[in-house]
């Protein structure tokens, strides 16, 4: 029988939940996630969690904020004046803006705040400083 080891393609099926039980991600209904494991295409715990699993086996799996999103790091919660903000863009608390890095990299930002002298900007992901539950099925398993 196949076993998940590191280099391999995986299809799972999977349900991320909070620890309020909310859910914030699912593949049900949907085709599979399909991924090479160790490749960093996914969070670090979800790779780690499919390691050793059989094609047709389910669990669920607990991943500590460091093998997940990371912390959240109050240095990626920016602040801008008003009258920097491109004339076109209206923005609103909660849309969701792409914008330059200092080394060329593109950030995806979330609008927290907008007052009429300032604009402030969170660019952690939604799911920093988060546990983050999944219950995982191994659908089919190509080995490298």
């Known amino acids: ?26 593949s ?8 090479a494991v160790g490749s960093g295409q996914v969070i670090a715990g979800f790779d780690e969690a499919v390691l050793g699993m059989q094609p047709g086996e389910a669990k669920t799996v607990r991943i ?10 109050d240095e990626l ?3 801008a004046p008003v009258n920097q903000i491109p004339a076109d863009l209206n923005p609103e608390v909660g849309m969701q803006l792409e914008m330059g890095g200092a080394n060329g990299e593109i950030l995806r930002v979330v609008v927290t705040e907008l007052t009429e002298t300032h604009i402030t900007l969170d660019a952690n992901p939604p799911l920093a400083g988060e546990e983050l539950t999944f219950a995982i099925e191994l ?3 190509t080995t490298s």
């Open 1 to 26: 029988m196949t076993v998940v080891k590191r280099g391999d393609r995986v299809q799972v099926h999977y349900t991320g939940t909070l620890d309020d039980g909310s859910v914030f991600d699912s």
């Open 64 to 73: 500590p904020v460091e093998k997940a999103y990371g912390e959240r790091n």
């Open 77 to 79: 919660v920016l602040q």
């Open 28 to 35: 049900q209904g949907k085709e599979p996630l399909s991924f």
């Open 139 to 141: 659908v089919g398993c």
